[in-house]
């Protein structure tokens, strides 16, 4: 099993940046593939960001691209998503999740086993 927790959240004004961090325990880490997902007040959850076991090979939703970046410290055994130039549409709850690195055509979007808790990201205009 793997365990999440993200920590970093918070209130922002528009333009403003967060960095969100999210703990994992209990497996190699290096082995899961890891991402970022986020959910609004009335939407579904929607993929944000992911990144690769080893590799380091990463994703982005279009909306957050140039302004988003993620990354991972296998040692530490963390993932942190750097979030820049912050807009209201940012707004959700944001979460962690993981899955195990085997299969290369699994889509980056998809097929999480783990997740944490979430991390509220507000951003005031």
């Known amino acids: 099993q793997l365990q999440l927790v993200e920590s970093g959240g918070g209130l922002v004004q528009a333009g403003g940046s967060l960095r969100l961090s999210c703990a994992a325990s209990?497996?190699?880490?290096?082995?899961?593939?890891m991402g970022w997902f986020r959910q609004a007040p009335g939407l579904e959850r929607e993929f944000v960001a992911a990144?690769?076991?080893?590799?380091?090979?990463?994703n982005y939703q279009d909306s957050v691209k140039g302004r988003f970046t993620i990354s991972r410290d296998n040692a530490k055994a963390t993932v942190d998503l750097q979030m820049n130039s912050l807009r209201p549409g940012d707004t959700a709850v944001y979460y962690c999740?993981?899955?195990?690195?085997?299969?290369?055509?699994?889509?980056?979007?998809?097929?999480?086993?783990?997740w944490g808790q979430g991390t509220q990201v507000t951003v005031s205009s």
């Open positions: 999740a993981g899955r195990r690195d085997f299969d290369w055509t699994i889509p980056p979007t998809t097929g999480y086993n783990y």
């Open positions: 209990g497996r190699t880490f290096s082995a899961y593939f």
């Open positions: 990144i690769s076991g080893n590799t380091g090979s990463t």
